[in-house]
Each structure stands twice: as C-alpha cells, then as structure tokens.
C-alpha cells in the first residue's frame, strides 16, 4: 500500500531560494494530506506534479505564517479549479483561521472549508489508518500528527483450506473479522488470521521543543520528521524560540526507537552547509537525513 | 540614472510551476519598490538575488490574494532580519490589510507597518521622481501605478563660462534653480541651462479592463505594463473577470503611444505557450513582449 512523503517547504521560518516555508505532502493509499501549509505551497505541488486531487485535510501543527499561509491561495486555486467537496482545515488555534477565512469570505466559495480544533489525543479515521494529535511544546498553542496504520492480521487461506472451508464468499465474513459456523462447526476468524502485523507510522512534530508526547507517539515510528531548526551553539535561542537543536532531535529519535529520522524547519543559517546539523544528530542517532525541497521518501512495509 | 524592472510573478490568479502570482519589483536610483507582493514574492526577491535594502514601499493594486498575500512573509522575514525602519503598504481598501494585519499582530513588531489609501490622483513624491496612483476598471476596487521621473534642465557649463562665470560654488546655485548676481549682472538659471528633458515614466495597470484612466496617464510612457490574461477567444470570460485581452492591452499602448509594452498576469491556460497573447498583441502594437518570471528590463535614459 502506498504511503509516502514529499518535503515541499523545509526552511525554517525565513525561505531561501532552495528552502520553501514549511509543508509536507504525506500520500496514503488513494489519500492526499498537506502537513503544513507555508507560503509557496500551492507551487511547490505542481513542481512536484503531484496535484490535487484527493486532497481534502490540511493538518497545520500552528498558526504562525510560515506554516499555514499558503492555505489561501492553495483554496482559491481549488475554488478556480471548480472543486465542489469539502476541504478541511485541523488547528490548534480555529478561531483565528475561521477569522480570517471570513475576512476573505471564503464563506461565499463554491465548495464548503471546514475549519476543525486540533488537540491531543483526538483521532480522527480513515480506511486502514488514523491521523492522531498530540501536544507539542512551541512558543504558541502547537500540535504535531502522526499517521498510524491500523495493525493487521492477514487472512491466510490455507488454514481455511486446512479447516475443510472451500473458497467462496464464506472468506470474506471471515477476513471481515466475522464468526462462522461451517459443517455444524464454530469458526472464528482467530483461526484463519495469521500473526498481528504491526501499521507502519509516520510522525510530524512541527515546530516543537523536543517532549515526551513526542517520544510517545513516535515509539518505534518508522518516519519521525522532527523540528531541527538550530545546531547546539544555538541552543540557548532554540529554547527561547520554542525550536529543537539537531541533536535534540536525534535524542528523540533515539528515546522513541524510530527506523528513520528527518530533520526539516532549516535555519537559513544552514542553508548552504545543512551538514553541521547532521553530524550533530549522528552522534546520536544513525539513521539520519537533512529534508531538501522536493525530496521523496516512500514508507516502505516491513513485512 | 538606474532604472529598472524585475518581474518576480507574471501569472494571472493561479500560479503555475513556471510563474508566481503577481509580484514586480522596481529599481529607481537608490530606492525600491514592489508593485504587488502575491504569494511567493520573498523569496523571488531572493532568487533574483535582490534583497530588502531599501525597499520601504509596497503598492498594492487591489485586494485580491494573488497580489498581497506575500506581504506576510515578507513582513516577517524583515522583523526576524532586524528591521527597524518603517513599511508603507499603498492599497484601495487599506481597512482590510489592516484589519489582518492586527489579526496577525503587526502593530507589536519592532517596525511600524503603516498602510494608507491608494487613490486616483494621489502623488507620491520620492527624490527625482512621484507615484501617481490611477484609478482603473476591476472586480474590486483597483488602482494602478506609475513611476514618473520629473522633468528635467540639464546645466550647461559651456552656457556659464561664455557668460564669464567660472566654475566654483556659484554653479550649485544655478543648478538648484537659483538667481545669482554675477559682476553687477543678474544671471537666472534660465540662461544656463539645457533644454526640458521629459522624465522617463513607467506605468503598471494591475488587473484591469482597458480603460481611458490607464491611456492618460501612460501618455508616451518608456514601458508599459498591462494586464493580458486572456486570449481574444477568451474575450467575454475577460469582461466578466474584469482583465484584458492582450490585443486589448496592445490597444492601450497604442493609444498611448508607449515606447515599450509587457504582457502580463498570463492565465494558466496559456503558461505553456503564450506565443497566442503575443501574436495577438502584435496585430495592434508592435513593441511587445510576454513577461517571465525573473525577467529583467532596464528602463534607458533616451537623452
């Protein structure tokens, strides 16, 4: 099942001319999501030529500009475009968004946006997976997402067979999770399931100093993209502004056990020579990247 | 006398991986201006290595999100770069820029944001030069702008020493348009000086119908730069929209008898080839040219 990220803004705060402000293209099976959505986001899509279909939930982890003002043109160009379906909006903070959608009368628009309240511990559903909130810690009201695959038991057809169950419609109550009873017999699905697969798990914290919420959500997450705004000679002012150095980044990864890190929000500080906040973080944890715009990253099944 | 144009969003509402939304920064002497700030004007500012210096003013056509929403961004890149010198936001509705801006918190940076109305017949006086805002034919109230170098009287040394004045601080005098007595004999600038140059001038319509406003006040124009959205195919959804056809646009430079026309706000339809915009334009008015994002133009001194 697809499942993969495209880094479309990974600059911290001020944009470069490589680094976009923050948003993250996140594709599940035939599901579209936008994590963030920082000014130049719209265009970011089409560079990518990923467009837009599908893409009904932008989940913004905080109201500062550089992670949700791209939302308005994202909506107009929807709106140009002819949509008639929803649009949804997650924020920790929906009554600034719903203020200012009202100043732009996005009200009037063709298509419905739905301004939700982002808060820890909400979850909400999809087929086969579910988006979950938790608190981060950022100098305003701040989230992070995590997209967690349901965990699955595979049907396997030669316990059925094994059984004396044929082929046919039975299999489907059974892979269902649904009782049957065969040949006067009691079947439940326990007996043709093989063993719990674990979900895969992909974390976004947004601007975030490292938390334990963090760690949490993120425990043996295949994908944690963690806030690395700074390198440690900035960490005093990574704490005054509510970021995370490199290296605390890889001190989350390490605690939570993660496959792999990204570290994104890049100071332009380090636009040109990111390798300084690598290093920071290998020494703590390996499995470690710089986000670059337009990078892809496909969350691969582990089994 | 430096003078020139960088287009940093020639797209018409939506952008496309080739174009930004509307932005346009202008050079005169020492200062620098943007006309229109759409998403994404920032860092085409850094992409065309440009930078803040000196940029104090911005003029915004009208309120539509393709032509201001970039003023957050670069708002806040100026405060994070220590800013302190004031921002003037030039617009025809300056309650609703000022209504966001409080909702985002601008009356608490480092720097004062100051927004005033923009209206038919307003003069801006700057060093050599004034804005004069124009009224223009819109879906929303609209303005355009034109940078107007004033006339000049170039001083003529030969004119001074045949009269027997030797050069010396009596020539600043002359120059600045002062009387002198020289020898008993009165000596008025007049008698010294070149004859009227005409000022060069630079017209941006913004989005616009053609309209009689834009004619007069883009009289001989050095460039002029027009709305060309659409193709005359096109020609009712333009009325409706309130923008021009390119033959349309060509028609004003005509009648405005401009040196130099640029085809701007090019709608997606025709971002793979704008040939048909052009060729249409020609059919009017000769000296014309689409532009593209980065393009440069130098506005010459014809004397």
Same mark, same amino acid.
């Given at each position: 099942?697809?499942?993969?990220?495209?880094?479309?803004?990974?600059?911290?705060?001020?944009?470069?001319?490589?680094?976009?402000?923050?948003?993250?293209?996140? @594709?599940?099976?035939?599901?579209?999501?936008?994590?963030?959505?920082?000014?130049?986001? @719209?265009?970011?899509?089409?560079?990518?030529?990923?467009?837009?279909?599908?893409?009904?939930?932008?989940?913004?982890?905080?109201?500062?500009?550089?992670?949700? +003002?791209?939302?308005?043109?994202?909506?107009?160009?929807?709106? $140009?475009?002819?949509?008639?379906?929803?649009?949804?909006?997650?924020?920790?903070?929906?009554?600034?968004?719903?203020?200012?959608?009202? +100043?732009?009368?996005?009200?009037?628009?063709?298509?419905?946006?739905?301004?939700?309240?982002?808060?820890?511990?909400?979850?909400?559903?999809?087929?086969?997976?579910?988006?979950?909130?938790?608190?981060?810690?950022?100098?305003?009201?701040?989230?992070?997402? *995590?997209?967690?695959?349901?965990?699955?038991?595979?049907?396997?057809?030669?316990?059925?067979? *094994?059984?004396?169950?044929?082929?046919?419609?039975?299999?489907?109550?059974?892979?269902?999770?649904?009782?049957?009873?065969?040949?006067?017999?009691?079947?439940?699905?326990?007996?043709?399931?093989?063993?719990?697969?674990?979900?895969?798990?992909?974390?976004?914290?947004?601007?975030?100093?490292?938390?334990?919420?963090?760690?949490?959500?993120?425990?043996?997450?295949?994908?944690?993209?963690?806030?690395?705004?700074?390198?440690?000679?900035?960490?005093?002012?990574?704490?005054?502004?509510?970021?995370?150095? *490199?290296?605390?980044?890889?001190?989350?990864?390490?605690?939570?056990?993660?496959?792999?890190? +990204? $570290?994104?929000?890049?100071?332009?500080?380090?636009?040109?020579?990111?390798?300084? $906040?690598?290093?920071?973080?290998?020494?703590?944890?390996?499995?470690?990247?710089? *986000?670059?715009?337009?990078?892809?990253?496909?969350? @691969?099944?582990?089994?």
């Amino acid at each position: 099942m697809l499942f993969k990220v495209v880094f479309l803004g990974t600059a911290g705060t001020i944009p470069s001319a490589d680094r976009n402000t923050s948003a993250i293209f996140v @594709q599940h099976s035939n599901y579209r999501f936008l994590f963030d959505c920082g000014e130049g986001a @719209q265009r970011q899509i089409m560079s990518a030529k990923l467009g837009f279909r599908n893409l009904d939930n932008v989940f913004i982890t905080h109201m500062h500009t550089d992670h949700f +003002i791209g939302a308005f043109g994202l909506i107009e160009t929807l709106s $140009l475009n002819g949509r008639k379906k929803e649009l949804n909006f997650y924020t920790p903070n929906p009554e600034m968004l719903k203020n200012l959608f009202e +100043i732009f009368g996005y009200d009037n628009l063709d298509y419905p946006i739905i301004v939700k309240k982002a808060k820890d511990g909400d979850e909400i559903s999809f087929r086969g997976f579910k988006i979950v909130v938790f608190k981060t810690e950022h100098i305003v009201p701040s989230v992070g997402y *995590a997209l967690i695959e349901n965990d699955v038991r595979k049907f396997e057809k030669e316990k059925a067979l *094994a059984l004396g169950i044929p082929p046919g419609p039975i299999y489907a109550k059974l892979k269902s999770g649904e009782s049957i009873e065969w040949e006067g017999e009691l079947i439940n699905p326990e007996m043709v399931l093989g063993e719990l697969k674990k979900g895969r798990r992909l974390v976004y914290t947004g601007d975030t100093r490292p938390c334990e919420r963090t760690i949490e959500v993120a425990m043996n997450a295949d994908l944690l993209i963690h806030d690395a705004s700074f390198s440690e000679e900035m960490k005093e002012w990574a704490i005054e502004s509510g970021h995370s150095t *490199a290296k605390e980044a890889g001190e989350v990864a390490k605690k939570a056990n993660v496959k792999k890190l +990204i $570290l994104t929000h890049i100071s332009a500080r380090y636009s040109k020579d990111p390798e300084i $906040l690598l290093n920071e973080a290998k020494e703590v944890f390996e499995n470690v990247e710089i *986000a670059e715009d337009l990078m892809k990253f496909d969350i @691969q099944q582990s089994w």
